[in-house]
């Protein structure tokens, strides 16, 4: 059952979509599972051949419980399972962890197979341990009546109050003048169709994921007692969904897709959230989350860290409001940018780099 | 194509982007964003939708004349008839 983020402790499978012996290809959809984020489609992230079914439709399990094996390519096929069918697990596998994580779990009495590995090839560290221990025991099958809406709202909760706790976060905030940004805008979509057409967001978010490069210090993952730099800028972008709740989905590599790549990703993203059919990959894996309430005609918003990420951009309502330029005063579009940030991680000294680096790139809407 | 058929397929591409509304209950005179719950990317989504749909692509100049579902049928006609 893979982690869609550190809220979810656990899954119900809903249906097959692939059987033992059909060939897969990384990427494919092999399962659907109900979760707190929504009915989410599993992808696989290896090539090969199905092996073994291990969880039955309709079976809630915790965050990392294998669901399959899947045979890869040029491994030879393993004798035939002597395990019954569908639904009875494997038989013990040694899972990978680290030594550490190994004692740490004996002693809590935990199993290394019910914990997912943030480590490198998902080994299981000290610190998953500690959270497993952290969080509370297996769910229970829930009563059908507990509605999808409350779920989720329960396991918001527990990862805002998690967050809260544990992470001293501080606050900064300026305010941009998009004037030229806007201008821009306006040019180039003024010949386009709506396909091609850019919305003022795609630019915020390009932007704020290109300053992220010089702040690998607010890029980053709080584990084990230190910030440790991620691997790419992926940033996580929080969707609200009409009813209550959101999700976090992630843009990977943000940073290096084209403007209007970006834009037609948002959408798609946002559609499915919003729609269904949202996968597995694209709700794990952002290194900062951007909260964006402009919409509904916020103008600044100061988000609460996903953890264990060390900051969370926020972006308010694109306005109209008095600027002093050239030493007049004139009507100029502003937006307010936000940074919520780790104590642990980074000190407010950087984050106002970050937010001046981030302001500065929106005055060059063309290099973005 | 006769406005019942554009408000059908206005009503399409809306329950394309929110299909959890009732749309029995949407009121044409006011804007469709507030009561639907629709922020700038649903609405560009829907947008795509009309395109499809439609074969007419909404400019941003006229982002204002499809704010209601009474509004959008009467542009979208207007658009098709000519």
Not at chain 1, 19 to 35: L, S
Not at chain 1, 209 to 226: K, S, V, Y
Not at chain 1, 331 to 346: G, K, M, N, Q
């Amino acid at each position: 059952m893979p982690s869609l983020g550190a809220d979810m402790r656990a899954g119900r499978l809903l249906e097959w979509l692939k059987q033992p012996g059909d060939r897969v290809t990384r990427g494919d959809i092999i399962a659907e599972v109900d979760t707190d984020k929504g009915v989410i489609e599993v992808e696989v992230f290896t090539s090969g051949v199905v092996e073994r079914l291990l969880v039955e439709p309709g079976t809630r399990v915790p965050v990392g419980t294998p669901l399959a094996t899947i045979r890869e390519e040029g491994v030879p096929e393993a004798a035939p399972a002597a395990a019954g069918p569908p639904g009875v697990p494997a038989p013990p596998e040694r899972h990978r962890a680290s030594p550490l994580a190994r004692r740490r779990a004996a002693e809590l009495g935990l199993d290394l197979r019910t914990i997912a590995g943030s480590g490198p090839s998902g080994v299981v560290t000290r610190e998953d341990v500690e959270r497993a221990a952290r969080a509370p025991a297996a769910p229970p099958e829930e009563a059908g009546e507990v509605d999808r809406t409350a779920r989720m709202r329960a396991a918001i909760a527990a990862a805002v109050s998690r967050s809260k706790r544990e992470i001293p976060h501080y606050y900064l905030a300026t305010t941009v003048d998009l004037g030229g940004l806007m201008t821009w805008l306006a040019d180039y979509n003024r010949n386009r169709p709506v396909a091609e057409r850019l919305g003022p967001n795609a630019l915020l978010l390009k932007a704020t994921a290109l300053a992220l490069r010089d702040f690998p210090d607010l890029n980053a993952q709080w584990l084990e007692g230190r910030a440790v730099p991620a691997q790419g800028i992926h940033l996580g972008l929080a969707i609200s969904l009409r009813g209550g709740g959101l999700v976090v989905a992630t843009l990977p590599n943000t940073d290096q897709r084209p403007v209007s790549q970006l834009m037609t990703d948002v959408m798609e993203v946002v559609r499915r959230a919003r729609t269904g059919g949202l996968r597995s990959s694209e709700l794990s894996g952002s290194t900062v989350t951007v909260t964006q309430l402009g919409d509904r005609g916020v103008e600044s918003v100061f988000g609460v860290i996903y953890p264990p990420q060390v900051a969370i951009v926020g972006l308010g309502r694109v306005v109209e409001r008095p600027w002093v330029v050239g030493g007049r005063v004139v009507p100029r579009p502003v937006v307010t940018v936000t940074l919520a940030a780790d104590h642990r991680a980074s000190d407010g000294h950087r984050g106002g780099l970050f937010l001046f680096a981030l302001s500065g790139l929106l005055q060059e809407p063309e290099r973005l | 194509m006769i406005p019942a058929d554009v408000r059908s397929a206005v009503l399409r591409a809306l329950g394309s982007v929110a299909p959890e509304a009732d749309l029995t209950r949407l009121d044409p005179g006011r804007p469709i964003r507030d009561q639907l719950d629709i922020d700038s990317m649903d609405f560009m989504n829907f947008l795509l939708e009309l395109d499809r749909e439609l074969h007419v692509d909404v400019p941003e100049m006229d982002y204002a004349r499809v704010a209601t579902l009474d509004q959008c049928v009467a542009y979208l006609s207007a658009r098709l008839e000519t």
